[in-house]
């Protein structure tokens, strides 16, 4: 028997049950997850106050670089 055809064939053959493990993996794991992701009002104000700097700092960002694209396309042109 030639072992390289039975490795052809049981390479599908497992990756059908990895990906099936996989996507019953995350099933039962949402159930948990939700119960134990509960933020205390006082880690929610510091997640909340951090979003903020975050947002500011894309906000400048995007700026700065409109900026430089202004000036390359007027270095160009």
Known sequence: MDWSILLTL???LMMLF???GMFSGHKHGDGNRTEQSQVSPEEFQV???KMNE???QNAHLLKEMQSL???RANAEG
């Open 18 to 20: 990895c990906m099936k």
């Open 54 to 56: 975050l947002t500011e």
């Open 47 to 49: 997640l909340q106050t």
């Open 10 to 12: 049981l390479c599908p």
């Open 69 to 71: 694209k202004q000036s």
